[in-house]
């Protein structure tokens, strides 16, 4: 598989929401790794040393949550930016860490593009 | 008829009337006191005579008569209607209503005081059950609130939670959709339904979360913006409908030509919501008509449909929640949509008006083009 462009982890437990966004991600041109949960998301972020950025629903069953593995990301890999997405809550500033951005579901796979290109300064 | 005969029918009045009577002389002791109160008490009258009227009270009796019904009667010189209550020879209680008045001579010395009881265990229970019955109406309210608050909350959490497996499907069918894997017509077509289902499930949800917040208090929260044109968005709530109803004609003429100071996404959703009353209640073989303006200060907003004419008792109601009219087909919502559409009219300062004649049913929404500060 050639190597497209910058790396995204896409965390998400609906597994139809995450391959429809995993495609709308890829067709853009991102290389896209999927997660179920915050678990997996950890164990791909430490096997690879290549992510841009990681994609994450903040509702999730499992060890963590969103929020909290956003923050463990930004203690841990502090490079990585993070995209944080709910349908329920809005996430303000002091939620996330600094530089992160929030996307209130239902988003648009135009506007999720637009944010990782903004993100990874990739055209 | 003899002038003892005359005495004998007077002492028979006054033994057995039909109240009970005493008198007290002006040191209080009683002095007289008829059969029906002995009998109604179980006191002989020589239990009575020589004692003061309190001995035969209960003690709330006693207390109320020595500080309410004794002074007033020394300072006024009648009481009427007290309650009371008598203690029977056999300990039971005896409610009773009572008048007092006070006979002076030519000098103003006190000759004796008339009591006049009327029973009133009935009367006085009718109006125990009163109070007893209004505190628990009272309960019954506070309690009805109680569970109309849970209920609202409750159908503001089934929403949240029925628009992830609903955007589950719809991202179902947008990866199919990518796919290439449909090429039948007959699939494609299926693929139209299901994307047009999922819009309109997604509607009836933001109905029903609208409603709920409604009645929770926090009404309709408008996020108001004049810089932006409205026209796109409404195009866009058209078109959408079109691929939704695409056997129906949705006719359109908008001339939006000054800036209006409205929550778009909302007046969007009004839109949808009198078009989709539309779709459902007017005549399929006739186009639905839609238009808007710029006129004086105000917008007008209309959606038109042909049809049988809105009946005048449904007229009334319409813009209720879960008014629903005549089912004519499938599409028949939660009967939200108009009451949700007024709301939104009305938190803009604006307001639906409804016509209907045989010609032609009308919904017009009026609203100013600059919202008052509110």
């Known amino acids: 598989m050639p190597h497209l462009g910058p790396v995204i982890v896409i965390v998400e437990d609906e597994s139809l929401l995450r391959l429809d966004s995993a495609e709308t991600i890829e067709h853009a041109g991102f290389e896209v790794i999927q997660a179920a949960n915050a678990d997996e998301a950890i164990a791909i972020l430490n096997a690879r040393l290549d992510i841009h950025v990681v994609f994450t629903d903040i509702q999730m069953p499992g060890s963590m949550d969103g929020l909290k593995l956003a923050h463990f990301v930004r203690n841990r890999w502090p490079p990585i930016k993070i995209v944080a997405t709910s349908g329920q809550v809005v996430a303000g500033a002091d939620d996330l860490p600094a530089g992160s951005v929030f996307l209130p579901k239902p988003y648009r796979g135009a506007e999720v593009v637009a944010t990782l290109r903004e993100l990874t300064g990739a055209s | ?374």
């Open chain 2, 1 to 374: 008829m003899s002038e003892f005969g005359h005495i004998d029918e007077y002492r028979e009045l006054f033994e057995n009337a039909p109240c009970g009577y005493l008198t007290t002389g002006p040191d209080g002791r009683i002095t007289k006191v008829n059969a029906t109160l002995t009998t109604w008490t179980g006191f002989g009258a020589d239990k009575f005579i020589g004692r003061r009227l309190h001995q035969f009270l209960n003690m709330a009796g006693r207390i109320y008569y020595e500080t309410h019904i004794a002074p007033l009667l020394r300072m006024q010189g009648f009481f009427n209607e007290f309650a009371l209550d008598f203690e029977t020879a056999a300990g039971e209680r005896l409610p009773v209503i009572a008048n007092a008045s006070e006979r002076r001579d030519a000098e103003g010395a006190l000759l004796f005081t008339a009591v006049v009881v009327i029973k009133a265990t009935d009367r006085r229970r009718y109006e125990r059950q009163l109070v007893e019955a209004r505190s628990e109406l009272q309960k019954g309210l506070a309690t009805e609130r109680e569970t109309a608050e849970l209920r609202e909350q409750f159908i503001a959490v089934l929403g949240h939670d029925l628009r992830n497996p609903l955007a589950a499907i719809s991202a179902g069918a947008r990866i199919l959709q990518r796919s290439g894997a449909l090429r039948e017509h007959k699939d494609l077509r299926v693929l139209d339904m299901i994307n047009t289902t999922v819009t309109r499930m997604s509607d009836l949800i933001d109905d029903v979360l609208d409603f709920a917040r409604g009645r929770l208090g926090k009404g309709i929260v408008l996020n108001c913006d004049s810089t932006q044109p409205l026209e796109p968005v409404l195009e866009q709530v058209v078109d959408e409908l079109r691929t939704a109803s695409p056997d129906r004609i949705i006719e359109t003429s908008f001339d939006i030509r000054e800036p209006v100071n409205c929550d778009r996404a909302r007046v969007g959703q009004l839109l949808s919501n009198l078009v989709g009353n539309a779709l459902t209640h007017g005549a399929p073989d006739q186009p639905v008509r839609i238009g808007a303006k710029t006129e004086g200060d105000e917008l007008k907003l209309w959606v038109a449909n042909a049809g049988e004419p809105i009946p005048a008792a449904a007229m009334e109601r319409l813009f209720e929640p879960f008014f629903r009219g005549d089912v004519r087909d499938s599409r028949q919502g939660l009967g939200l949509g108009l009451h949700i559409a007024s709301q939104i009219a009305q938190a803009h300062g604006g307001r639906i008006d409804v016509t209907s004649t045989a010609d032609e049913t009308r919904f017009v929404f009026k609203m100013p083009l600059a919202l008052a500060a509110s």
